[in-house]
């Protein structure tokens, strides 16, 4: 699980900063590969969007910051105080 928490991480910081490279300098990583249109580009964003959503589904159970938090308040994570 660990393993899948670091990979998923790793690609969602690649998928983050790709959208820094295309909004300040027009430039996509994906262009590296042969454009949006080669089928490794597609298969880089799709792991990228499948990362996000897996650290979305995962995050309060895996983030030791929340974790600290909802203890420190006395609530369950998630909760409001």
């Known amino acids: ?43 880089v964003y799709v792991l990228v969007g499948l990362s996000a959503v897996y650290l979305i589904s995962t995050h309060r159970s895996s983030c030791k910051y929340c974790e600290s938090k909802a203890t420190s308040t006395g609530t369950p994570a998630g909760r409001p105080a």
């Open 1 to 43: 699980m660990k393993a899948t928490h670091g990979l998923a991480f790793v690609l969602v910081i690649v998928g983050g900063l790709n959208w820094l490279l295309v909004g300040l300098f027009s430039w996509d990583i994906g262009m590296i590969f042969g454009g949006q249109g080669a089928i490794i580009s597609k298969i």
